[in-house]
Antibody
Framework: QVQLQESGPGLVKPSQTLSLTCTVS??????????WIWIRQPAGKGLEWIGR???????NYNPSLKSRVTISVDTSKNQFSLELTSVTAADTAVYYC???????????????WGQGTLVTVSS | DIQMTQSPASLSASVGDRVTITCRAS??????LGWYQQKVGKAPKLLIY???SLQRGIPSRFSGSGSGTDFTLTISSLQAEDFATYYC?????????FGQGTKVEI
């Protein structure tokens, strides 16, 4: 059974960098078949896709965050990570990592999710 | 970005009711759409992918239909455990975008 677990600081000061790691167990992050996703959700609001990475290191980012986001992968540790720079209160949210599996053509689906971790941006 | 618009934003229903949620894309996304269920304090859970394919382990009372710009999630007979918020998501083009959610309440 594949499991994902987010980890990182729950409190980040404004203007600093938010750093989170997602550890994958029960499956290899090195598989060429999947991509690995970060999504966030402010309290009481909807879901925002942040970006994704393949084990090759290729990435896609949400243009709304692209200038501040970096997603990286460490296949030796079976982890992938998120860095978000110059954070403000608007970046306060629950951050989820997830696995995206292909279903043919442009069909992808998020079949495994981490439990989510709350990151608060506050001084 | 492709905009995903769900309706209604919320609905009230009873156990046993047939419930339908719609999702409209701002441009054609073929069948590149998934539906997710989220309960309070939990991560979203995949229900349907490819517009109509039922994820393993999901009860058959859930079904999806549509293609192009208009999609539907149907719960044929609502159960107590189905009270949650439902999201559609397109994967046709980056950034993958979600609808704003539909809250199904008692």
């Amino acid at each position: 059974q594949v499991q994902l677990q987010e980890s990182g600081p729950g409190l980040v000061k404004p203007s600093q960098t938010l750093s989170l790691t997602c550890t994958v167990s029960g499956g290899s992050i090195g598989s060429n078949y999947y991509s690995w996703i970060w999504i966030r959700q402010p309290a009481g609001k909807g879901l925002e896709w942040i970006g994704r990475i393949y084990n090759s290191g290729n990435t896609n980012y949400n243009p709304s965050l692209k200038s501040r986001v970096t997603i990286s992968v460490d296949t030796s540790k079976n982890q992938f990570s998120l860095e978000l720079t110059s954070v403000t209160a608007a970046d306060t949210a629950v951050y989820y990592c997830a696995r995206a599996a292909p279903g043919g053509y442009s069909i992808w689906y998020l079949d495994y999710w981490g439990q989510g971790t709350l990151v608060t941006v506050s001084s | 970005d492709i905009q995903m618009t769900q309706s209604p934003a919320s609905l009230s229903a009873s156990v046993g009711d047939r419930v339908t949620i719609t999702c409209r894309a701002s441009q054609s996304i073929s069948r590149n759409l998934g539906w997710y269920q989220q309960k309070v304090g939990k991560a979203p859970k995949l229900l349907i992918y490819g517009a109509s394919s039922l994820q393993r382990g999901i009860p058959s009372r859930f079904s999806g239909s549509g293609s192009g710009t208009d999609f539907t999630l149907t719960i044929s007979s609502l159960q107590a455990e189905d009270f949650a918020t439902y999201y559609c998501q397109q994967t046709d083009s980056s950034p993958w975008t979600f609808g704003q959610g539909t809250k199904v309440e008692i």
